[in-house]
């Protein structure tokens, strides 16, 4: 069975500090998503990593994989309170399994302090 | 920007009671899905769809769940006798193709008293 583990659950951070989130999974995968949640809303994608050493920026968020390693980083530079939001990690087993269906983690719970 | 929309959103009805939740996926997209969310937990996988048929199903995905395309926008999932269990939030998802980005739409809330 996937696991798919994020860390940490909960967040609270200090505007202008700088931090990152963790995805660790255990299957073979090539391909995983970052998506953004807000309180009572839809998840909205913010990256999509699709091989080992893929980096991607967008704004104050970078997001890394390590296909080797079976690890994601989510990391933050200089947070703003507009940031606060929870965010899911997911990841596409089709590598392992040849389905499509993405498994996600628990959620970051990512709270920004004034 | 295309996006999928979903309606209603928010559903409350009885145990027992047959609920359809509606989703218009994006246009040109051939890939649908249905995810759940009960209220502080992950997201979980119910089932995918492609050319008029199930591609993959999750446990979850039982007898009590089923899901159509009745016309050439619409995509529906129905749960025919609801429990109190099914109370979530549950997100339709479309991609273009396989290997693109899934994207969700803004979600049901359904509440089963």
């Known amino acids: 069975e996937l696991k798919v583990e994020q860390n940490p659950l909960f967040l609270s951070m200090q505007e202008g500090k700088n931090y990152t989130i963790y995805c660790n999974y255990s299957t073979t995968s090539d391909r995983l998503y970052w998506y953004r949640q807000d309180p009572g809303k839809s998840l909205e994608s913010l990256f999509v990593l699709l091989s080992n050493g893929a980096v991607k920026q967008e704004g104050r968020l970078m997001a890394s994989l390590d296909t080797k390693a079976r690890l994601s980083t989510l990391h933050i530079t200089a947070a703003v309170h507009d940031l606060s939001a929870t965010y899911f990690c997911a990841v596409d087993p089709f590598m392992d399994t040849g389905r499509r269906a993405l498994t996600f983690g628990s959620g970051t719970r990512l709270q920004v302090q004034p | 920007e295309p996006e999928v929309t979903q309606t209603p959103s928010h559903q409350v009805t009885q145990m027992g009671q047959e609920v359809i939740l509606r989703c218009v996926p994006i246009?040109?997209?051939?890939?649908f899905y249905w995810y759940r969310q009960i209220l502080g937990q992950k997201v979980e996988f119910l089932v995918s769809?492609?050319?008029?048929?199930?591609?993959?199903k999750s446990e979850i995905f039982d007898d009590q769940f089923s899901v159509e395309r009745p016309d050439g926008s619409n995509f529906t999932l129905k749960i025919r006798s609801t429990k109190l269990e099914d109370s979530a939030m549950y997100f339709c998802?479309?991609?273009?193709?396989?290997?693109?980005?899934?994207?969700f739409g803004p979600g049901t809330r359904l509440t089963v008293l």
């Open positions: 769809f492609y050319n008029n048929e199930i591609s993959e």
């Open positions: 998802a479309s991609s273009a193709g396989t290997t693109d980005t899934q994207y």
């Open positions: 246009s040109n997209h051939l890939y």
